[in-house]
């Protein structure tokens, strides 16, 4: 069996013959010409070297498969995952308890079966906050490790290919939980959600928590007009309020390292607004801010390196600790790309927080809006009878436009550039060092913004 991870995390374990039965499918569905080749049968027993070779080609293989927007955003592909998620933990499908938390601390019990995806948890967390149909599409489901002081870590955004069940219960710690957030970037957005009343008590216990971290920052001043809007329970003018804060709308990362502006910095990083903002120390001591806009970052990769360790697979959680990288290359100036690095255990939540500006602004661009992209969703999917899974939509991005030129001209080594048009695309596989996401939103730049 092969040992599949995600996100840096093992998330299940398959055999060659299963991976081919997902390939010969994803054929039937797809037509040969779309479905990259499969590595081929042996008939005799393989050598070790050949061992090595075949896990190789699978995982190029599922690489390839994730990368693509039809392929990967397809229900065949993630079903197989999901499926072989539970498989390997060896949880059986039956009906459990979850508890979500809400940013106040508040814990919200839903009952949902353990084969439930992502999809489903959020719907049904939703419906028992009475949150309307429209607005759940502005919302996500996050898993996050709780830290001493009671504040949270993020470890990524729930995906499509996960069951959030067996995602929470298979790290055996009490420490990760699931969080409910809102999930998009534009605070203009925030009009939307506050016209309902679940949405607007949503959004005020998350800018309260927010600020209580010193996630935005407040003078005394304006602490004091926050408190007498907090007393007078005026949530609306609360948030318009913290919407005119620095920082406001902004997810801020645990302390970690940088190459920028030289190696070895120590930097505090938020991601709001369409940007990277970087709070580094430099080596004197001396603290300097700045931040790195989405629009004009060519593209980026994570990269995951694993030590060696001689146990079996999966045997010490947490002994072998996976080094994860965040690489993005930035327009500095006319004519000049320069590779900033982030190394943090978060590179793929800052990767998923990236794609999901990138998506955003493809969106707004087009004309479109979230209650849009969420509503089409639900009217693709069936709903679910009792334990029969639904039958999801095709991905709700396509790429902006299909018959743009891949972004070409990258330099010869970097000819295997991935262009990624989908919301989910980003979470994709541990990938290695030649997983580039394009980005779309990185054109129309004019001299006159630099």
């Not at 030129?405 to 989910?424: D, N, Q, W, Y």
Request: hydrophobic share 35%.
């Amino acid at each position: 069996a092969y040992n599949i991870h995600v996100n840096g995390v093992l998330h299940c374990r398959v055999r060659y013959s299963q991976l081919l039965g997902l390939h010969e499918q994803l054929r039937k569905e797809y037509g040969a010409n779309v479905v990259p080749a499969f590595p081929p049968k042996k008939i005799f027993t393989l050598t070790p070297a050949e061992v090595e070779q075949r896990r190789e080609q699978l995982e190029k293989y599922m690489q390839a498969v994730r990368q693509d927007p039809t392929l990967g955003g397809s229900e065949t592909f993630n079903s197989f995952l999901r499926k072989a998620q539970q498989e390997t933990q060896q949880i059986p499908t039956e009906e459990v308890v979850l508890e979500v938390l809400l940013s106040n601390g508040q814990k919200v019990k839903v009952t949902i079966l353990t084969s439930d995806q992502t999809e489903d948890v959020l719907e049904a967390v939703a419906s028992k906050l009475d949150l309307p149909d429209d607005l759940v599409g502005y919302f996500s489901l996050f898993l996050v490790r709780e830290t001493k002081d009671g504040a949270f870590s993020f470890v990524r955004k729930l995906q499509d290919f996960e069951l959030p069940y067996v995602s929470v219960t298979s790290l055996h710690n009490p420490e990760f939980r699931i969080i409910l957030r809102k999930s998009y970037w534009d605070s203009s957005y925030d009009d939307d959600v506050m016209e309902h009343r679940v949405g607007l008590n949503l959004l005020y216990a998350q800018t309260v928590s927010d600020i209580e971290h010193g996630w935005i920052l407040v003078n005394k001043e304006q602490h004091r007009q926050l408190k007498s809007l907090q007393e007078k329970v005026s949530k609306k003018e609360f948030i318009r309020l913290a919407q005119t804060l620095k920082y406001y709308g902004y997810l801020k990362f645990d302390p970690c390292v940088t190459d920028f502006p030289e190696k070895g910095c120590h930097v505090v990083v938020s991601a709001g607004n369409n940007e990277l903002n970087f709070q580094v120390q430099l080596p004197n001591e001396q603290i300097k801010e700045g931040s790195f806009k989405v629009t004009r970052m060519r593209c980026w990769r994570v990269t995951s390196s694993v030590p060696m360790s001689n146990g079996p697979a999966g045997s010490s959680p947490g002994k072998s600790e996976v080094k994860l990288e965040l690489a993005f290359e930035y327009l500095m100036s006319k004519d000049r790309l320069q590779w900033v690095t982030i190394t943090s255990p978060q590179a793929i939540m800052l990767s998923i927080c990236l794609q999901s500006m990138v998506d955003e602004l493809m969106v707004k661009k087009s004309g479109g809006s979230i209650r849009k992209m969420f509503r089409r969703r639900l009217n693709g999917a069936l709903r679910r009878s009792d334990s029969q899974q639904a039958v999801k939509s095709p991905p709700l991005l396509d790429s902006p436009d299909a018959s743009r030129e891949p972004m070409a001209k990258l330099s010869s080594k970097l000819t295997s550039v991935s262009l990624r048009g989908i919301s989910h695309s980003s979470s994709a596989n541990d990938v290695g060092a030649n997983d580039f996401h394009g980005n779309y939103a990185f054109e129309g730049i004019g001299d006159e913004d630099l």
